[in-house]
Protein backbone atom coordinates (compact mmCIF):
# COMPACT_ATOMS: atom_id res chain seq x y z
CA UNK A 1 0.00 0.00 0.00
CA UNK A 2 2.81 2.24 0.58
CA UNK A 3 4.11 2.90 -2.97
CA UNK A 4 0.32 2.76 -4.38
CA UNK A 5 -0.32 5.89 -2.41
CA UNK A 6 1.60 9.42 -2.98
CA UNK A 7 5.09 9.36 -2.34
CA UNK A 8 6.08 10.60 0.70
CA UNK A 9 8.36 13.44 1.34
CA UNK A 10 9.27 15.17 4.69
CA UNK A 11 9.65 18.48 3.35
CA UNK A 12 6.37 18.69 2.18
CA UNK A 13 4.36 17.00 5.26
CA UNK A 14 6.15 19.54 7.27
CA UNK A 15 4.70 22.20 5.44
CA UNK A 16 1.22 20.32 5.75
CA UNK A 17 -0.96 21.44 9.46
CA UNK A 18 -1.51 19.00 12.14
CA UNK A 19 -5.25 18.42 11.45
CA UNK A 20 -4.12 17.62 7.58
CA UNK A 21 -1.59 15.21 8.26
CA UNK A 22 -4.14 13.83 11.39
CA UNK A 23 -6.56 13.15 8.45
CA UNK A 24 -4.19 11.29 6.14
CA UNK A 25 -2.67 9.35 8.95
CA UNK A 26 -6.90 8.79 10.42
CA UNK A 27 -7.31 8.31 6.56
CA UNK A 28 -4.51 5.52 6.35
CA UNK A 29 -5.18 3.55 8.66
CA UNK A 30 -8.77 3.28 7.94
CA UNK A 31 -7.58 1.91 4.22
CA UNK A 32 -5.35 -0.22 5.38
CA UNK A 33 -8.36 -1.89 8.31
CA UNK A 34 -10.79 -2.50 5.29
CA UNK A 35 -7.82 -4.23 3.38
CA UNK A 36 -7.44 -6.33 6.55
CA UNK A 37 -10.67 -7.03 6.86
CA UNK A 38 -11.52 -8.20 2.76
CA UNK A 39 -8.20 -10.15 3.38
CA UNK A 40 -9.91 -12.04 6.47
CA UNK A 41 -12.91 -12.52 4.76
CA UNK A 42 -11.48 -13.83 1.40
CA UNK A 43 -8.95 -16.25 2.79
CA UNK A 44 -11.69 -17.54 5.11
CA UNK A 45 -13.77 -18.66 2.40
CA UNK A 46 -10.61 -20.53 0.56
CA UNK A 47 -11.24 -24.12 0.93
CA UNK A 48 -8.71 -26.25 3.09
CA UNK A 49 -7.68 -29.88 1.45
CA UNK A 50 -7.30 -31.79 5.03
CA UNK A 51 -10.69 -30.06 6.18
CA UNK A 52 -12.26 -33.00 7.59
CA UNK A 53 -9.06 -35.09 8.35
CA UNK A 54 -8.34 -36.44 12.00
CA UNK A 55 -11.29 -34.34 12.92
CA UNK A 56 -9.46 -31.21 11.73
CA UNK A 57 -12.21 -28.31 11.31
CA UNK A 58 -11.01 -25.74 9.44
CA UNK A 59 -13.62 -23.10 10.12
CA UNK A 60 -12.43 -23.30 13.83
CA UNK A 61 -8.84 -22.42 13.53
CA UNK A 62 -8.86 -18.77 15.50
CA UNK A 63 -6.20 -17.01 13.12
CA UNK A 64 -9.28 -17.09 10.62
CA UNK A 65 -11.44 -15.68 12.91
CA UNK A 66 -8.64 -13.00 14.46
CA UNK A 67 -6.48 -11.04 12.07
CA UNK A 68 -4.34 -9.19 14.90
CA UNK A 69 -1.29 -11.22 13.43
CA UNK A 70 -1.49 -10.16 10.28
CA UNK A 71 -2.66 -6.48 11.06
CA UNK A 72 0.53 -6.29 13.39
CA UNK A 73 2.64 -7.53 9.96
CA UNK A 74 0.82 -5.46 7.33
CA UNK A 75 1.00 -2.10 9.36
CA UNK A 76 4.56 -2.63 10.31
CA UNK A 77 5.49 -2.26 6.58
CA UNK A 78 3.74 1.02 6.00
CA UNK A 79 6.66 3.12 6.10
CA UNK A 80 4.21 6.51 4.71
CA UNK A 81 2.32 6.01 7.52
CA UNK A 82 4.92 5.69 10.05
CA UNK A 83 6.61 8.51 8.71
CA UNK A 84 3.09 10.66 9.05
CA UNK A 85 3.37 9.51 12.78
CA UNK A 86 6.33 10.66 13.35
CA UNK A 87 6.53 14.17 12.08
CA UNK A 88 2.75 14.48 13.49
CA UNK A 89 3.71 13.68 16.67
CA UNK A 90 6.62 15.68 16.68
CA UNK A 91 4.55 18.61 15.45
CA UNK A 92 2.14 18.39 18.29
CA UNK A 93 4.71 18.47 20.81
CA UNK A 94 5.64 21.94 19.54
CA UNK A 95 2.74 23.13 19.94
CA UNK A 96 2.09 25.56 23.13
CA UNK A 97 -0.56 25.32 25.15
CA UNK A 98 -1.30 28.96 26.85
CA UNK A 99 -1.29 28.35 31.10
CA UNK A 100 -4.89 29.72 31.18
CA UNK A 101 -6.31 26.64 29.09
CA UNK A 102 -4.90 24.06 31.45
CA UNK A 103 -7.59 24.49 34.27
Known amino acids: MTKT????????????TTRRLMG????????????????RNVVERV????DGVAGFVHGKVKELTNAVVFTFVFMYYQKNLRDKLIIWVDGC???????????
Do not use: M, Q
Not at 47 to 50: G, K
Not at 93 to 103: G, T, Y
Open 24 to 39: ECIADIWLSGSIVYLT
Open 5 to 16: LCPFSAAEADKK
Open 47 to 50: PFPL
Open 93 to 103: KRVKVPPKHLN
